[in-house]
C-alpha cells in the first residue's frame, strides 16, 4: 500500500469534497480517499499493483474536478499559484458586480428612473447579463456539466440551476414578450438576479480563499526559516554553496548572527544559538564541541565549525513542516458530520427547490409564474454547502500551525480532537520528567574540609572509574575547576565503591556498606544519609583510612518546566501519574517534589503499556507523556501519545503530538489548544447547520403568508457568501488564542 497526496483544482464545498472521495473510492486498489476542503488536496491509499495516479486523476477528472499528477509543486510556488487564482477570481468579481450593477441600475424600480436610456433596454440588459453569465459565470457550468454526467450534484449544481433559469426566462421575455403578454404576465427580464447572484458568490468565494490562505501562514513562516546558502569548507578553502548542494558529512562555518543552514554535529568552537523557530523556547541555548544544531536556528555569538549529519528532507525543519502539512491535510473524525449531511444535502435542496416551485405555482398570488421561479431560486442558492465544508479543517489548519509555532507538533487532526478529552496525563520519569542524566545535587563537608576538598579527591578517584555516577562528580568537578591530583593502586569493589592512593594516602569513596567494610565510623551522619536516600539520591561517602571526610549525593533531577507543567495540569482538574522502573522510596521522592500523587514504581519497560491499559479501564481518557524507544508500545496504546524529543525517534513514530521544545508545560498547552480548536469547530458547525437550517424555509416563502416577507435571490447570495466567510473569520481568531 502506498499513500500520496494530489492537489485538487475546482472545490468549493462539502458536497464536492464527498463527490471526489465517492468517485476515487471506486477505482479498484483504492483502499481509502480522503478530501481537505481547505488545503484543496486529496489524500489516497492504494495498491500501487492495482492502481496509478493516473487512475486516480482520471477518477478525480470524471467527477468534474483535476488532480495534479506527475508534478512536484514547491510549496512557494503553490502559493505563487494561488495568488495568481485570487487575482483572476477578483477581475471576475470586479466585472460582474461591475455590469450586474449597471443592470440592476436600468432595470429596478426608482433605480431607473434616474439610469440612462440604454440600460433600461433589454436587449442591452441581455447583452450585460449574458457576458456575465458565460464569462465570470463559467466556472459554475465547468464543475456542474461533469456532475449532472456522473449523477452528482454539488454547490455549482445549485448556483447553475439557479441563475440558469433567471438567465432563460429573461431571454425568453426579452426575445418573445407577447408570449407572457398573452399569458396575462409583464414581460420583465430578470438579468440582475443572474448576473449579481454570480457576482456575489465569486466575491465571497474570493474572500474565502483570501482567508484560506492566511489559515496556511503556519507552513509559509516555516518554510521562510530556511537559509538559502552555507558555507562549506572544502579543500582548505570556505565558499558558500546553495542549500541544495550540501552533502552529508560536509564541514560548514557558521559565524555570529548566520543561520545554521541544516542539521549536523559541532567538531570546532562553542557558541549559544536561537532555536525559538522550532522549539518555540526563547532563551538561546549554550552549544559546545559534540552539541547538536538544528537547521534553521541562529547563531547568536561565537563561531563554530560542523559537521552535517541531515540534510534535505531529512532535517528537523523539513520533517516538522511535513507533520504540520500532514496534520493539516488530515480529517478529524467530528467533520464525518458534515460529510454525512453534504452527502444527501444537495439532491435534498434541488428537490425543496422543485417543490417550493409547485407550491408557489399552485397556490401563490399573480403572477405566479415568477413568485415561483425567484422563490425556487433563492432555495438554490442560499442553500449552498459552503460553509459545512470549510467548518473543520480551516480550524484544524490554523490549530495545527499554532502549535507548530510554540513548537508543539500535531500529527493528524485525530490526535488534536482526542486531546481535549483528556483526564489523565502519565509522565515516565527518567528523561521525560527528569533530565535523564543523574547531577551532582549535595556535597556535604565533615570536619574542617571543604566542599572543594572532598571533591577534588572524589573527582580525581572517580577518573579511573566506569560506573555510571562517575561523569557526574567529573562534570562538577570541571565546572569548580577543582583540578585532580594523581591517583595510584586504583580499585573497582563491585557493589560497594572505588579506592585508591594520593600521595601515598589511602582514600575509599563509596556506600555506607564499604565505610563498615573499612570499619569507618558512620553513626554521625546515618540520619544524613538515610534523609537524602529518602529524597530519591545516591548517596557516596569519602574517607580516608580512619575517619569519613566528606558526602556526595547524586540524583537525576527534574526538568526545569516539570513543576510548572504538572501544576497547569492539576489547575485544569487532569489527574497526573508517573510511571518509573525506579524503587518506590525514590520513586515517591520525585513525585513529591514534581506535586504528583500517584506513582506506579518498579514497572518494568515491557509492563508500561499493560499500566495504561488499567488506568484506561477505570474509564479515563489517558495521555502518555515519553521520549524513549521502551515508551513507544505505552504511546501506541494510550488515547493519545505526547513523544518529548527531537521528531526522529520509534517514540515520535508512536505518539500523536510532538513536543520539539521538550517543554512539559506544552502539555498543557496542547490540550487547552484541543480544547480551543474543538470549540472553534462546534461553533463553526452550529452556524454553518443553523444558517441553513433558518434560511431555507425563509427562502421558501415561510413567512409571507404571516408578514408578507419574500427572499430576493440577491439577498440569498450575499448570505450565503457571508456566511463561508464567517466561518473562515472565526476559525482565523484561533491564531491570537492565548495557552
Not at 561 to 582: C, P, Q, R, W
Request: proline letters at 4%; glycine letters at 8%.
Amino acid at each position: 500500500m502506498e499513500s500520496k497526496t494530489y492537489p485538487i483544482k475546482g472545490m468549493h464545498c462539502a458536497s464536492c469534497v464527498r463527490v471526489i472521495e465517492r468517485a476515487v473510492g471506486k477505482v479498484a486498489g483504492v483502499n481509502k480517499a480522503h478530501v481537505n476542503l481547505a488545503t484543496e488536496q486529496l489524500t489516497v491509499v492504494f495498491n500501487k499493483n492495482e492502481c496509478t495516479s493516473d487512475q486516480i486523476a482520471s477518477a478525480v477528472e470524471g467527477a468534474g474536478y483535476k488532480a495534479i499528477v506527475n508534478e512536484s509543486i514547491e510549496q512557494d510556488d503553490q502559493r505563487q499559484e494561488k495568488l495568481q487564482e485570487l487575482e483572476n477570481l477578483r477581475i471576475k468579481v470586479i466585472a460582474s458586480l461591475f455590469l450586474g450593477g449597471l443592470i440592476v441600475w436600468g432595470s429596478f424600480p426608482i433605480l431607473m428612473d434616474f439610469s440612462p436610456y440604454p440600460l433600461q433596454n433589454f436587449w442591452v440588459q441581455l447583452i450585460l447579463g449574458s457576458i456575465v453569465q458565460f464569462w465570470p459565470g463559467l466556472d459554475f457550468y465547468r464543475a456542474a456539466i461533469p456532475a449532472f454526467k456522473n449523477r452528482t450534484a454539488n454547490m455549482d449544481t445549485l448556483v447553475a440551476i439557479g441563475t440558469t433559469a433567471a438567465y432563460l426566462y429573461s431571454v425568453a421575455v426579452t426575445m418573445v414578450p407577447m408570449v407572457f403578454e398573452g399569458l396575462g404576465i409583464e414581460p420583465m427580464p430578470y438579468f440582475d438576479v443572474a448576473a449579481v447572484v454570480i457576482g456575489l458568490i465569486l466575491l465571497g468565494r474570493y474572500f474565502e480563499a483570501k482567508a484560506k490562505l492566511g489559515t496556511s501562514e503556519a507552513i509559509k513562516k516555516l518554510l521562510g526559516l530556511a537559509p538559502k546558502t552555507a558555507r562549506v569548507v572544502r579543500n582548505n578553502e570556505e565558499i558558500d554553496v546553495p542549500l541544495s548542494e550540501v552533502l552529508v558529512g560536509d564541514l560548514i562555518r557558521v559565524r555570529p548572527g548566520e543561520k545554521i543552514p541544516v542539521d549536523g554535529i559541532i567538531i570546532e568552537g562553542q557558541s549559544s544559538v536561537d532555536e525559538s523557530m522550532v522549539t518555540g523556547e526563547s532563551i538561546p541555548v549554550d552549544k559546545n564541541k559534540g552539541d547538536m544544531v538544528i537547521g534553521a536556528t541562529i547563531n547568536k555569538s561565537g563561531s563554530f565549525v560542523f559537521k552535517a549529519s541531515k540534510i534535505g528532507s531529512e532535517t528537523m525543519l523539513s520533517q516538522i513542516i511535513k507533520l504540520v502539512q500532514d496534520a493539516q491535510g488530515s480529517k478529524a473524525p467530528i467533520q464525518r458530520i458534515a460529510d454525512t449531511i453534504s452527502a444527501y444535502f444537495v439532491p435534498i435542496v434541488i428537490m425543496l427547490a422543485i417543490a417550493t416551485f409547485g407550491i408557489w405555482y399552485t397556490f401563490g398570488p399573480n403572477p405566479a409564474f415568477l413568485f415561483a421561479l425567484l422563490n425556487s431560486i433563492a432555495v438554490l442558492i442560499i442553500a449552498c454547502p459552503c460553509a459545512m465544508g470549510l467548518a473543520t479543517p480551516t480550524a484544524i489548519m490554523v490549530g495545527t500551525g499554532r502549535g507548530a509555532e510554540k513548537g508543539i507538533l500535531i500529527k493528524d487532526a485525530e490526535s488534536l480532537e482526542v486531546a481535549h478529552k483528556v483526564n489523565t496525563v502519565i509522565f515516565d520519569k527518567t528523561g521525560t520528567l527528569t533530565i535523564g542524566k543523574p547531577e551532582v545535587t549535595n556535597i556535604v563537608p565533615f570536619a574542617e574540609n571543604t566542599e572543594k576538598d572532598v571533591l577534588l579527591i572524589a573527582s580525581s578517584l572517580e577518573k579511573g572509574s566506569e560506573h555510571s555516577l562517575a561523569d557526574a562528580i567529573l562534570k562538577k568537578g570541571e565546572r569548580l575547576s577543582v583540578g585532580s591530583l594523581v591517583v595510584t593502586s586504583f580499585k573497582a569493589i563491585s557493589g560497594f565503591g572505588i579506592e585508591g592512593k594520593i600521595n601515598e594516602k589511602k582514600y575509599a569513596f563509596g556506600n555506607i556498606k564499604l565505610m563498615d567494610k573499612k570499619e569507618i565510623k558512620t553513626a554521625e551522619f546515618k540520619d544524613q544519609v538515610t534523609e537524602l536516600e529518602g529524597e530519591g539520591k545516591t548517596v557516596m561517602i569519602l574517607s580516608d583510612e580512619k575517619n569519613a571526610l566528606g558526602l556526595i549525593a547524586v540524583a537525576d533531577t527534574l526538568k526545569e518546566s516539570a513543576k510548572e507543567g504538572i501544576t497547569a495540569l492539576l489547575d485544569k482538574n487532569i489527574e497526573v501519574v508517573m510511571i518509573t522502573g525506579d524503587n518506590q522510596r525514590a520513586a515517591e521522592a520525585i513525585a513529591r517534589e514534581a506535586g504528583i500523587k500517584r506513582v506506579l514504581a518498579e514497572v518494568l519497560p515491557q509492563d508500561k503499556e499493560s499500566e495504561v491499559r488499567k488506568i484506561q479501564n477505570e474509564g479515563k481518557i489517558v495521555a502518555m507523556v515519553g521520549d524513549g524507544i521502551n515508551d513507544a508500545p505505552a504511546l501506541a496504546t494510550a488515547d493519545i501519545g505526547i513523544a518529548m524529543g527531537s521528531g526522529t525517534d520509534v517514540a515520535i513514530e508512536a505518539a500523536g503530538i510532538t513536543l520539539v521544545n521538550k517543554d512539559l508545560r506544552s502539555v498543557a498547552q496542547a490540550i487547552e489548544l484541543s480544547r480551543k480548536t474543538m470549540r472553534t469547530i462546534k461553533i463553526n458547525l452550529f452556524w454553518a447547520f443553523g444558517y441553513n437550517v433558518v434560511l431555507i424555509p425563509v427562502a421558501m416563502g415561510i413567512l409571507f403568508p404571516i408578514w408578507g416577507i419574500l427572499m430576493n435571490p440577491i439577498l440569498a447570495s450575499a448570505a450565503m457568501a457571508m456566511s463561508s466567510i464567517s466561518v473562515v473569520g472565526n476559525s482565523l481568531l484561533l491564531k491570537k488564542v492565548r495557552l
